[in-house]
């Protein structure tokens, strides 16, 4: 099988304009990925199902991945004119400090597939994708019309991840019902705590239990004030 | 709005809607939903279905109903703790599972298995595979109406197996018995005893089941030409597992990948001819054939030696940053874990890929022009496990 330089360059060869970076996995696996430009990623995948030597029939597995934004921390130098006090005179002096700063570095959303051919018996090559940040940007061209076991699994992303695929056919919630909000696999999700809250004749068994709570307290009160 | 009041609300919306016609523009559309209580959907899962008298003209599976969001709570919890947890994905087969769970973490740290321990889990998977197997037949037999005798043959050998895995791993079910470099105990030279006593009844219940599906005139009329599935939609749809080679596709990842020690075993892939559910029982039926023979050969040549390679290490497991992709050949299909490190004791992302949701894709292209009685055995011909398909 081709290593992911090889593929890199066969697509650059045969799809004019894309642009395809290389994502080292550091793990002993040694399972790297190719990142691809979404504005080209209909045409690269196109090439990979359809070139001879690739034959990258089969799509194995779709996946999100969240990465959020991440808040760094650096030391940066400072060289500021300060006023200072030297010999009992007051000068201009030049100081240089070292002083942290807060860096945001945008997060994004990724989805990964693993490719592999059942012609050649060969795999998995892995294609990921990112948008281009997590609120408003986050369309990507959708590979189903390419590899129909995408369809699922892209809408279990657009569900779970709010991932928006451009061109998929029946773009709806897989798991969550609809009309819930939120997507669930977010990092920053936060699970409400009165989801699917309904009135029930608890309410009157919970009102009725808050004022006897009530009673007890000052019952309560009453007792501590009597004893000093 | 609370879901009651958004569901009150769609269920109005459904009253109120006027009929659809039918694209011959005789009839009236019946539009059905099949589940989530229908007992053929093995769990709940419905399948919004229109008819034009007895012809499907559409199906839309729905999913979630047993939804819990398995990848989010293992992204909360150590490598180890998920492990347990994976046996709740396909519960019929939880020991597999566990394998695809370990293979892939192994993958993720480059770590070695001891022999001893390959020789169990591959004893332990096609034990696996004979009682999923043998149980989906004898559901489809249920299914098409035969109630309960003939599923119950199947369940009695499907319990001497599990009563196997019980001695071996204390559970019948929930087994979490494979680790991150090997297994979780040792079996005694009893236990393997007692495999080999129960191996060797298995061909004559295959023979058995055999004659059922190849005597019964009802069962091949109903099953043949049914469910038609075409190797090119297999194939791009992802279909996996006993589903593709029933359409004539040779592709079974034990043998494609060889993970574990599988390329040492003598076993032959059985394909189907005719791409229809009696080929995907048939498929089922040899698949359990080969599976004997491959724990015949095991079961002849299991070395001593550990179970669990001595530097694996349990406390404290933080890979190092990266990701790895391990799949096996499960007995529903392609069964995959992902995972991608960032050097903590969690992993950052946790991905199952379950064989049961991806083969579903096809049902509607295999129900459409059918009959409502025949989605059924389409439906069970797919063999899901809801665990899975909604994790």
């Known amino acids: 099988m081709k290593t992911v330089e090889e593929i890199k360059s066969a697509i650059e060869v045969s799809v004019p304009g894309a642009a395809v970076e290389i994502a080292l996995s550091p793990s002993p696996s040694g399972q790297h990925s190719l990142r691809l430009t979404p504005s080209h990623a209909v045409e690269i995948a196109r090439f990979m199902r359809d070139d001879e030597e690739l034959a990258l029939d089969f799509l194995s597995n779709v996946t999100g991945v969240d990465w959020p934004d991440k808040e760094i921390t650096e030391k940066v130098k400072v060289t500021r004119t300060v006023t200072k006090a030297v010999d009992g005179m007051e000068q201009q002096v030049e100081e240089t400090t070292e002083e942290p700063r807060k860096r945001i570095e945008p997060g994004c959303l990724e989805v990964v597939y693993h490719l592999y051919s059942i012609e050649k018996k060969h795999g998995p090559v892995v294609i990921r994708m990112r948008t281009v940040n997590r609120t408003d940007q986050v369309e990507l061209p959708s590979l189903t019309s390419i590899w129909r076991s995408a369809e699922f699994q892209e809408r279990e992303i657009f569900d779970l991840y709010g991932i928006v695929f451009k061109g998929h056919p029946d773009l709806r919630r897989l798991l969550m019902w609809e009309g819930f909000k939120d997507h669930p696999m977010r990092r920053d999700y936060v699970e409400p705590d009165d989801f699917e809250y309904e009135p029930t004749p608890h309410d009157a068994v919970l009102a009725r239990a808050a004022a006897h709570k009530a009673t007890q307290e000052s019952a309560s009160q009453e007792g501590t004030g009597a004893g000093q | ?391």
């Open chain 2, 1 to 391: 709005m609370t879901t009651s009041a958004l569901l009150r609300e769609k269920m109005e919306e459904g009253w109120n809607r006027p009929p659809v016609i039918s694209p011959d523009g005789e009839g009236e559309l019946l539009e059905v939903a099949m589940g989530p209580h229908h007992p053929s959907t093995h769990g709940v899962f419905r399948m919004d279905v229109a008819l034009d008298g007895e012809r499907v003209i559409r199906l839309k599976p729905v999913f979630g109903y047993l939804h819990r969001n398995h990848e989010k709570i293992a992204e909360g919890v150590s490598y180890l703790a998920s492990m347990p947890y994976t046996d709740r994905l396909d519960y019929i087969c939880s020991l597999t599972n566990n394998w695809a769970y370990a293979l892939a973490v192994e993958k993720l740290v480059g770590q070695e298995v001891p022999e001893r321990a390959e020789y169990l889990r591959v004893i332990l998977g096609e034990l696996t595979r004979v009682q999923n197997h043998a149980s989906s037949i004898g559901f489809l037999i249920q299914e098409m109406g035969a109630s309960g005798t003939p599923l119950m043959y199947a369940f009695k050998e499907r319990e001497k197996i599990l009563d196997l895995f019980e001695g071996l791993t204390g559970s019948r079910m929930m087994c979490n018995y494979m680790r991150f470099g090997g297994c979780r105990v040792d079996a005694s030279p009893a236990w393997l005893d007692a495999v080999r006593k129960v191996v060797d009844e298995l061909p004559g219940f295959a023979d058995e089941f055999e004659r059922l599906l190849c005597s019964n005139e009802i069962l091949m009329a109903r099953c043949q030409g049914v469910g038609i599935l075409r190797p090119e939609l297999a194939v791009n749809a992802g279909v996996t597992g006993p589903m593709l080679r029933a359409s004539g596709v040779n592709y079974d990842i034990r043998k494609v990948d060889g993970y574990g020690i599988y390329n040492r075993f003598n076993f032959r892939v059985p394909l189907g001819d005719h791409w229809d559910v009696f080929d995907r029982f048939m498929v089922r039926l040899l698949e359990m054939r080969e599976s004997i023979a491959i724990l015949n050969q095991a079961l002849k040549e299991v070395p001593g030696g550990p179970v669990m390679d001595p530097k694996a290490k349990i406390r404290g497991f933080r890979p190092k940053p990266g990701e790895a992709y391990g799949r096996i050949e499960a007995p529903k299909g392609e069964l995959g874990f992902y995972l991608i490190s960032d050097g903590g004791p969690n992993p950052y992302r946790y991905r199952v890929r379950p064989p049961s949701l991806i083969n579903l894709t096809v049902l509607e292209d295999m129900c459409l022009g059918s009959n409502v009685a025949d989605i059924v055995l389409i439906f069970g011909s797919v063999d899901i496990v809801l665990g899975e398909v909604d994790r």
